[in-house]
């Protein structure tokens, strides 16, 4: 792949839940090295688009290119090639209940790779290193702390040594200091394993220090792309609305309203 | 909406989820059975310490209760066969009666229903509250097929581990017919056995064993169908769970019916 190929690649995504539309025509690229922030309110479709990038959902209509697979169109083979390529860290975690923590992350390599016991087990423990829970390995999911969750999920998404990282919702929910700890992370894994990151955050201050650009999405639509300055720059009211903390402006459609009170249940 | 209307609309739905249900039944065998065989060529091999712990989850652990009811079901067989047929002058045909019942019908059943309670509310539980927590989904972007990894193991420890704990229940439900009917008939409990092992036909012992493959497939697809197809939360995993159970039992039951019909006309 030449360097200026993008490692991301969608276009005119749209997503459904039902009869419900999520995403309305998204197109996002992303480039190789640079990590990328997707910001957006609550309930925007950050999570369903993130679900499309790694694969979980096909979709819809447009197209979704990771990493030069097209997702869309990729046989078992291919979609198991590229997952190996990636690493995924869930908003909740995700870590498989019934392991401890160091089988958590180390199940990758045992179920992908014909490492050794012992290598498996030491390159598990510095990944873990890595996400400074070093010596925590033998505690279950259960008896972690949500910080600490986060992390051994990460350090699980990282144990292939992925190229491309997701990340959703990295520091919701956490202490500033554990939070910062995180952009630290980010930051440290793109430059020294040169990963591509994208990450999902709620965090103003934390995505302006990680981002190289930023992605706002609104309502299942993208509003607008680019590097951080530029979006904090932008004119769009609702991109103000988010960066400035200020509550949205309620427009009232009163038939719709009304319709809502009053529509019978299926 | 008028209520006639309401209630088409609702069989409807009904019918529609369960053909859905039936199809991604078939589908769970079909993968399971194929990533058990072929896996390993696909990069999807099923662990063989995978399966080993699910046969001592399934199997292993199960033997107790199993062997007790069994034993206990076997005594109350021989109780009422005593009685029924003595009313005849017929206790001779006690012997006859409680083996070929246990060895075709009860202890397949016994051990069938007791396994649903068991594993198959667990394998609806277990699976269903990992895709809640996103655990499912997880694994699939691992690279870790959740079908290969969850259903496989399970499926196959299910076809070996049922027939095993058929043959104990129908060794232990003899065994309690013969402490029963052994001194009713005069015979000591050892002749009772061995008249027993005389009596009974490899077609009695096959009924049963070919019976206890099916239900361990039924018990399966179930149990990992419902926890896959779980939503919403905590209260939606223990929904499954007692769905799982109703519906792996009333599966059982049919399908033992259905069996019976074929093999004793
Ligand atoms: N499994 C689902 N079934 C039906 N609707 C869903 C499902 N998951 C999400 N949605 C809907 O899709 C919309 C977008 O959800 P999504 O999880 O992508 O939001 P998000 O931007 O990640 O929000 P948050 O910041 O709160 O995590 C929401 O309105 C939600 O109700
Ligand atoms: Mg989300």
Known sequence: MSAAEPVIEVRQLDAFYGRRRILHGVDFQVMPGEIRVI??????????????????????AGSVRILGTDVAKAGPAEMLALRRRLGVSFQGGALITSMSVGENVALPLREHTRLDENT????????????????FQDLMPSQLSGGMVKRAALARAIVMDPKLLFFDEPSAGLDPVVSAELDELILKLRDALRMTIVVVTHELDSALKIADTITVLDQGRILETGSSVSV?????????????????????????????LTQEEL | MSLA???????????????????????????????????????????????????????????????????TVGLMLGIQFVAALGDFGAESQVLMAVAKSVTREFGVLITGILIAGRSGSSFAARIGSMSVSQEVDALGVMGIDPVRYLAAPALLAMLVMLPVLTILANVMAILGAALYC????????????????????????????????????????????????????????????????????????????????????
Do not use: C
């Not at chain 2, 009596?199 to 169908?225: C, H, M, R, Y």
């Open chain 1, 39 to 60: 910001m957006g309110a609550s309930g925007s479709g950050k999570s369903t688009l993130l679900r499309h990038l790694i694969g979980l959902q096909r979709p819809h």
């Open chain 1, 232 to 260: 904090q720059a932008s004119n769009n009211e609702r991109i103000q609305d988010l960066f400035h903390r200020r509550p949205r402006p309620v427009d009232v459609d009163v038939d719709e309203y009304l319709r809502r």
């Open chain 1, 120 to 135: 498996i087990r030491i390159m598990s423990r510095l990944k873990l290193e890595v996400v400074n829970l070093g010596g």
């Open chain 2, 5 to 71: 209307l309401q209630l088409v609309w609702r069989l409807g739905k009904r019918s529609v989820d369960g053909v859905r249900g039936l199809g991604y039944a078939g589908a769970l065998l079909v993968e399971s059975l194929w990533f058990s065989v072929a896996g390993f060529r696909s990069g999807q091999t099923v662990r063989f310490a995978a399966v080993a712990e699910q046969m001592r989850q399934v199997g292993v652990d199960a033997v107790p209760i199993v062997a007790l009811l069994s034993f």
């Open chain 2, 182 to 265: 052994a001194p009713v008939l005069d015979i000591s409990p050892t002749v009772y056995i061995v008249q027993t092992l005389n009596l009974l036909e490899p077609g009695d012992i096959w009924q049963g064993l070919s019976k206890s493959v099916v239900f361990a497939v039924l018990i399966t697809l179930v149990g990992v169908s419902t926890g896959f197809g779980v939503s919403g939360g905590a209260e939606g995993v223990g929904r499954a769970t007692t769905r799982a159970v109703v519906y792996s039992i009333s599966a059982i039951i049919v399908a033992d019916m259905i069996f019976s019909f074929f093999l004793n006309r």
